[in-house]
Each structure stands twice: as structure tokens, then as C-alpha cells.
């Protein structure tokens, strides 16, 4: 039993052939936990940590994932005590700022190290998910530089925009842009906003609490779109992203691990589109799409 106003940790281990399930933990538990992480805990060891406000909350979520696990797995899922911490926050204080091509991340510690540089991030752990060093996050981020430097861009559109850094970044790199940043959970539009405001594009950047592409403001094509969700929403929006995409324009697909990449490269390719580049990054993939 947890004690009284402590916080509660749940973690699902698994293993790199497990890849799916480490998938549908995280999609299940990003809506509802207060700061998630994976990571590698040994050799072919996955490891997702969910940090909730109280025993509760968190084992209505371990139940609901247990349930959404094979048999097998289900008992791989744990409740632990943790103490009454932002951890989110916690983690972000304790890193250094991180260069990612021309763009620097960085926290409200260390401004300093970013000083000067127009591409520069700073993005303060919250409630949403995301503070930009995820290695799917590294990866959009370099696509993005790498689009910014190939052609102008005029319309962005960032589907699942979390803390907002794919949509600040796009709008940093390319000084024309104007973004619209579009999330299910209305909490990350909000930090997506603040962020926003933080990093001096909140008139370039709109906020849209929107689920996938149900919105009739989400109604136009756009020069690039960038969707780091999960394989499974990736695969059901494929159709609304090709009827979305301006003719040579660019779409970034990531949030996937690497078994995932082939089955949503396919299902993008059956509604028109292209693969221009593909990178792998600490187990995960990035697409890089384009069509005609």
C-alpha cells in the first residue's frame, strides 16, 4: 500500500521483440500520466516508466494496460511508491543543452549556453508529453533543418504538437511559416502555447485542440506536416494526410520503432505517397515522405 499523498510509478518491462506492446503502453499511458520515459535497461531490455499523482489514478492505468497486453506480459506491469516530485521537471533540470543540427535545446538553467543562436529551444518539462529529447523527436528535428535549408515553406502543420517543440522548431527555421499545431489532449495545446510564447513565434504559431484531423480549420493543404504520434494513428490518418499535403510537399512520420516502419511506409505508399528518406535513431524511425 502506497502511503498518503505519495506519488506512484508504473513500470512495464519488456524486450526489444516485444516492440508492439512497449508501443501500445505508451500510447495508452502519454494521454494520462503526469511524465513518461523509455528506455534501455540492458541489452535488449525495454523499460516504460509512468509517474502519476497518486496510487489510484495509477493503477486504473495499469489495469486498463494489462488488459491491452498479451497474456505474458500483463504481469511484466507494477505499481511503486515514488516521492511527491515533478519528475518531469526533475529530469529536464538535471540535463545539459543539447544541439540537434542547428538547433539547440535547452532548459530556463542554462539559457546561457544557447545564447546567440537563432535556432535556439527552451523547453521546460510540463504535463505534456515531449521535452524534445526523445530520439523520434531528434530525428523530426533534423529533418525539419534539413528542410528548412532545401526550400521555403509557407503552411506547417504539426498533428499530436505535445509541448510544442516540432511546431516552435518549424517556425525558428523557417521565418515564413506559419504553423498549426494540433493535439488531442487540450493540456499539451496549452503548453504548446506557453512554449509558444516562451520561444518569441506565438504570432506564427496557433494552437488547435483537435483529435487527428477532425477539425474543419485542418480542412486546407499544407506545405509540410509532421506527425511524431504511434504507428496505429499514423496508419488510420494516412488517407487524411495524402488530402492534406500540397503537391511536393513534405511529410514527417516518426513516434515509430523500427519493426513498425515498414507496415506504415507501406500503408502511406498505397495512398500516393513516396519515401525520401528514412533514419533510425536508438531503435526508433523516422519517415520522410513526400508526393506529387
Known amino acids: 500500500m502506497i502511503e498518503p499523498g505519495a506519488g506512484a510509478k508504473l513500470v512495464f518491462a519488456g524486450s526489444e521483440t516485444d516492440g508492439g506492446a512497449v508501443a501500445t503502453a505508451i500510447e495508452l499511458l502519454a494521454c494520462e500520466a503526469d511524465a513518461i520515459s523509455e528506455f534501455m535497461a540492458g541489452p535488449g531490455r525495454l523499460v516504460v516508466e509512468a509517474y502519476f499523482a497518486g496510487e489510484e489514478v495509477a493503477r486504473m492505468a495499469a489495469q486498463e494496460l494489462a488488459s491491452a497486453l498479451p497474456a505474458g506480459l500483463a504481469e511484466q506491469v507494477r505499481i511503486e511508491a515514488v516521492p511527491d516530485r515533478n519528475w518531469a521537471a526533475e529530469v529536464e533540470r538535471g540535463s545539459k543543452a543539447l544541439r540537434i543540427g542547428r538547433f539547440i535545446l535547452h532548459g530556463p538553467h542554462n539559457r546561457g549556453a544557447a545564447r546567440g543562436s537563432h535556432l535556439a529551444i527552451e523547453m521546460e518539462a510540463g504535463l505534456a508529453f515531449g521535452t524534445g529529447r526523445h530520439a523520434s523527436t531528434a530525428g523530426c528535428l533534423l529533418a ?50 506557453a512554449n509558444s510564447r516562451l520561444n518569441g513565434v506565438a504570432s506564427r504559431v496557433m494552437g488547435l485542440h483537435a483529435a487527428g484531423l477532425d477539425d474543419r480549420r485542418l480542412n486546407r493543404r499544407f506545405d509540410l506536416i509532421l506527425a511524431n504520434i504511434l504507428a496505429g494513428p499514423l496508419c488510420r490518418l494516412a488517407g487524411g494526410m495524402a488530402g492534406r499535403l500540397k503537391p511536393g510537399g513534405t511529410l514527417v512520420l516518426a513516434g515509430l520503432l523500427n519493426d513498425e516502419a515498414r507496415g506504415v511506409a507501406a500503408t502511406y505508399r498505397a495512398v500516393g505517397f513516396h519515401e525520401w528518406k528514412r533514419m533510425r535513431i536508438e531503435g526508433w524511425t523516422i519517415l520522410v515522405m513526400g508526393r506529387r
Not at 506547417?156 to 527555421?173: P, R, Y
Open 144 to 193: 525539419i533543418d534539413e528542410i528548412a535549408r532545401r526550400r521555403p515553406v509557407s503552411d506547417v502543420l504539426d498533428v499530436g504538437c505535445g509541448s510544442g517543440v516540432l511546431a516552435i522548431a518549424a517556425a525558428k527555421a523557417m521565418p515564413r511559416a506559419r504553423v498549426l499545431a494540433s493535439d488531442i489532449d487540450a493540456i499539451a495545446v496549452a503548453v504548446t502555447r
